[in-house]
């Protein structure tokens, strides 16, 4: 997708904060363009009427049968008329269009050159679903647990890591979900690490102590996110969680790095 924003892709633009809940006007046009500029590429196999009743008919509006300014200014002027949310639906309803002819992968990487240059917190997986983007060094350090726990040894804790991935790029995020299924996913780690499977994480962290096998500083980290979680987000909890969104985000990736933390422990 090199004429994707082919000269400014390589400037500081899509760089800086990105935008939780937008799809400004000139970025719904852009879209436009790139899907019918790889219809039009590809006319046999994704012709371009396909797209523009797509694109009408999945956002609710009458198509016409033949728009009398053609296809792209009809739909340009039609997403125009939508909730924010409805353009990343759009874009989700295209793509099995797009993969299903082989040009999945293509379709992907044009959406996400454009949705990094409008700063958009989002970005389309390789199976057409949306995740919410992260700062870069958190984003590794995510891709690096994902890593570390896709083994036969962590396959328990892989799953709860997944789910709590899952809550997280949800809309609207599942906040509660994001954080309980992430520190599941720690304690199922740190239970296996220290072959301790029917130890709950505060017992672990005992035996951690009596063992000194790690830095009294972390030790007390770890057992100060044990008790967020036992106040805040904990199964069978009796309050409201109330933890506000960059509570979140800290609860969340102290988590991930907890979890790369306990797997490469000698």
Not at 94 to 110: H, I, V
Not at 114 to 126: K, R, V
């Amino acid at each position: 997708m090199g004429w994707i924003r082919s000269f400014s892709s390589e400037l500081d633009g899509g760089r800086g904060e990105r935008t939780l809940e937008d799809a400004p006007g000139p970025m719904r046009q852009e879209l436009v363009d790139f899907f019918f500029g790889l219809a039009e590429h590809h006319h046999d196999e994704i012709p371009p009427e396909h797209v523009y009743r797509v694109i009408c008919q999945s956002m609710g509006i009458s198509s016409s049968g033949s728009p009398y300014s053609g296809y792209r200014y009809a739909a340009g002027r039609d997403v125009n008329k939508v909730d924010w949310q409805r353009i990343y639906d759009l874009i989700s309803r295209l793509w099995p269009d797009f993969e299903r002819q082989g040009f999945g992968t293509r379709f992907r990487e044009g959406v996400n050159r454009i949705l990094a240059a409008h700063s958009t917190a989002w970005e389309l997986d390789e199976n057409g679903r949306f995740y919410r983007l992260l700062p870069l060094s958190a984003q590794a350090q995510v891709a690096e647990a994902f890593a570390e726990l896709n083994v036969e040894r962590y396959q328990p804790a892989f799953v709860l890591f997944n789910t709590a991935r899952d809550a997280f790029d949800d809309r609207p995020r599942r906040d509660r979900d994001a954080c309980c299924n992430m520190f599941d996913a720690m304690e199922s780690v740190a239970k296996e690490k220290f072959q301790l499977p029917d130890a709950t994480f505060g017992q672990v962290m005992v035996n951690v102590h009596q063992a000194n096998t790690m830095n009294p500083q972390i030790l007390a980290l770890l057992r100060s996110v044990n008790d967020l979680r036992n106040k805040n987000f904990g199964h069978g909890m009796t309050i409201l969680f109330s933890l506000s969104g960059p509570e979140v985000d800290f609860a969340y990736l102290t988590c991930v790095a907890a979890i790369l933390l306990l797997t490469r422990m000698p």
